[in-house]
C-alpha cells in the first residue's frame, strides 16, 4: 500500500498531458446538463411544438423579417396543438413560445460545434489516444442521433394529437442522460487514471450496489419522463396520498391491464413515487456501506454527495407535485436527476478496479 500511494502522489505531482480533454469533456457534460433543463422549461411552458420544420445548421437562424415570421406562424397553424388549444393566438403570442423551442435547438446544435472543433484540433494534435478516439467519436455520433431521436419526438405531436409521445420524450431524455454520463465518465478518467478506493476487496460488492443504484436511477428518470409527457404531475397533487389512497382505485382502469403502468395517470405517478422511495434508500445504502468501509481516497466524499444528492432529489420532486408543477421546482428536479447520476458515476468511477481503463 505504501508503494502504491508513493506511485500515485508521484503521479499526481506531473503534470496530466490530458487535463485539457477532460476539462474540454466537463464542459461539454455541462451543456448537456443545461440543455436538459432548457428542454424541461421548453415542454412546460407547452412551446416544443411551436417549430414544425427540422432544418440542422442552416436553421440555426430565427425567423429575421416579418414575412418569415408569418410563413412559420402559418405553417404552426397547420397543426393539432394551434386547431384544439391556440386557435385564438396572434403572432406576438407564437412569438412567445417560439423562442424557447428556438433557443433549446440552438443549445443543442452549440453542443454540437463545442465537441467537434476542439475535438478535430486534439485530434491534428496528435493528443487522443487510440483508445480514446473511438469513444469519442462514438459520443459524436451519439450527439447526432439525438437530435434525430429530438426531431423523431416533435413529430408525434405534430400528426393527430397536440401531445409528444412519453415514449419517445423517455428516449431522449434517456439518451441525454447517457451521453452526459459518458462524457463525464470519459473526463474522470482522464482526469485520475488511478483512483485509490478500487484496490480494496470490498470495493467489488460496492461497485455492483452503485451499478444497481444507477439502474434504479435510470427506470426512476424513464418514469419520470412518462410522467411529464402524460401531463401526470398536474393530477394528485398530495404526498404522501394520493387523492386520500396509497393506492388510488384508478390504476388499474384500462384494458388490456398491462397498459396502465405506461398509459394510466395514477398508475405512471404511483409507479414514479415507488421507484423514487426504492431508489432513495438503495443510494442511502450505499452511502452507509461505503462510509462503513473507510476506503482510501474520495470514494466516501462521492458516497455523501449521493446521499445528500437523492434526498434533495426527493424533496424537489414532492414539491413540485404540491406546487402542480411550478416552473423553477420542475425544471431544478430535472436538473437534479441529472446530478443524482453524476455523484454515481462519481462514485462508481473512484470504486473502479486498478488497471481497468
Known amino acids: 500500500m505504501t508503494a502504491f500511494a508513493s506511485d500515485s502522489l508521484a503521479s ?35 412551446s416544443g411544438l411551436s417549430m414544425v420544420e427540422w432544418k440542422p445548421l442552416i436553421g440555426i437562424l430565427p425567423p429575421l423579417s416579418e414575412t418569415e415570421w408569418n410563413r412559420v406562424f402559418d405553417l404552426y397553424k397547420q397543426t ?47 493528443r487522443i489516444s487510440p ?21 423523431f419526438m416533435v413529430k408525434s405531436g405534430l400528426v393527430d394529437a397536440p401531445n409528444v409521445s412519453h ?3 423517455a428516449l431522449h431524455l434517456g439518451t441525454a442522460i447517457l451521453i452526459y ?22 470495493a467489488a460488492s ?22 411529464a409527457g402524460s401531463d401526470a404531475g398536474l393530477a394528485y397533487n398530495s404526498f404522501p396520498l394520493m387523492a386520500g389512497h396509497w393506492i388510488p382505485p384508478e ?16 398508475a405512471i405517478q404511483l409507479i414514479h413515487r415507488v421507484l423514487a422511495i426504492l431508489t432513495g434508500l438503495a443510494v442511502l445504502a450505499l452511502a452507509a456501506r461505503v462510509l462503513s468501509a473507510r ?26 407535485l404540491l406546487t402542480v408543477v411550478w416552473l423553477p421546482v420542475a425544471a431544478a428536479h430535472q436538473a437534479g436527476a441529472i446530478l443524482v447520476v453524476s455523484m454515481l458515476v462519481w462514485l462508481q468511477f473512484e470504486l473502479r478496479p486498478i488497471g481497468r481503463g
Open 206 to 227: 460496492l461497485r455492483r450496489h452503485t451499478g444497481w443504484a444507477l439502474g434504479l436511477v435510470a427506470v426512476t428518470i424513464v418514469w419520470g419522463a412518462f410522467v
Open 12 to 46: 499526481s505531482a506531473r503534470p496530466n498531458p490530458n487535463r485539457p480533454i477532460a476539462v474540454w469533456l466537463l464542459v461539454c457534460a455541462a451543456m448537456v446538463l443545461a440543455m436538459a433543463v432548457i428542454g424541461a422549461i421548453t415542454r412546460l411552458t407547452e
Open 181 to 202: 454520463a459518458l462524457l463525464l465518465r470519459t473526463a474522470l478518467g482522464l482526469l485520475d487514471p488511478l483512483p485509490l478506493a478500487g484496490w480494496r476487496p470490498e
Open 295 to 320: 476506503l482510501p481516497g474520495r470514494a466516501s466524499r462521492a458516497a455523501l454527495a449521493s446521499a445528500a444528492m437523492i434526498l434533495l432529489q426527493i424533496a424537489l420532486g414532492i414539491v413540485t
Open 131 to 151: 483508445e480514446l478516439w473511438p469513444k469519442l467519436a462514438g459520443l459524436f455520433l451519439l450527439g447526432g442521433l439525438q437530435g434525430g431521436i429530438g426531431w
Open 251 to 266: 390504476v388499474n382502469t384500462l384494458t388490456p391491464w398491462w397498459l396502465n403502468p405506461f398509459e394510466n395517470t395514477a
Open 80 to 126: 393539432p396543438e394551434f386547431r384544439i388549444y391556440n386557435s385564438h393566438m396572434d403572432l406576438a403570442g407564437f412569438q412567445s413560445i417560439f423562442w424557447w423551442e428556438w433557443f433549446h435547438r440552438l443549445w443543442g446544435q452549440l453542443i454540437g460545434f463545442v465537441f467537434l472543433i476542439p475535438f478535430l484540433r486534439f485530434w491534428m494534435q496528435g
Open 167 to 169: 415514449y419517445r420524450l
